[in-house]
């Protein structure tokens, strides 16, 4: 029976009969980076995984040793980040409380209450914050109603244009 197995962060392919489980000492063939860690031949390593997602050239376990009572799964390699706050954090706090504030402030106005949905009807008496008047009339506030104001300055625009650009609005002559 061949099967995967890991010992470190290696994958090794196992042939015998029995099959490994993590903890089980294995004698491993030398390799490149054995050679310098443990000197030349085999070394002896633990199986820390059954099962590995590599596909490419894996060594041959050569025997499997025995058991190791003192073995224990390994650490993840890299442990988990501390919580850091964040700088804005209180004030990120703060400008969600106040939003919040603001919305039952809109329901209140609104005659409802923060459960209900705000429905159209109900949403057009809620009045302007800066004048007082009702949402769906232009405010009182400014010098000219929103709308007058607007038309105001496309007007203003226009004659502008017409002056800087003689051409403007552009017409075909027939």
């Not at 390994?74 to 850091?84: G, I, K, M, Q």
């Not at 008496?125 to 709308?147: F, H, I, Y």
Request: aromatic content about 8%; charged content about 30%; proline content about 13%.
């Amino acid at each position: 029976m061949e099967m995967k197995i890991r010992v470190g962060k290696y994958a090794y392919l196992w042939e015998g009969a029995e099959p490994l489980v993590p903890g089980d000492r294995v004698l491993l063939p030398e390799n490149w980076l054995s050679r310098t860690i443990h000197g030349p031949g085999p070394f002896e390593g633990t199986v820390t995984a059954v099962g590995s997602d590599y596909d490419g050239p894996m060594s041959r376990v050569i025997a499997k040793i025995g058991r190791d009572p003192d073995w224990r799964p390994p650490e993840p390699d890299t442990p988990p980040a501390p919580r850091v706050p964040l700088v804005h954090e209180g004030r990120y706090q703060q400008a969600l409380a106040e939003y919040d504030r603001q919305v039952d402030e809109w329901h209140r106005r609104a005659g409802g209450t923060a459960s209900d949905p705000v429905t159209v009807e109900r949403a057009r008496l809620v009045t302007c914050p800066k004048c007082g008047a009702p949402e769906s009339s232009p405010c009182t506030d400014a010098a000219k109603p929103r709308k007058a104001n607007h038309q105001e300055r496309l007007r203003r625009f226009r004659e502008w244009m017409q002056e800087a650009h003689p051409r403007y609005p552009r017409r075909e002559t027939p």
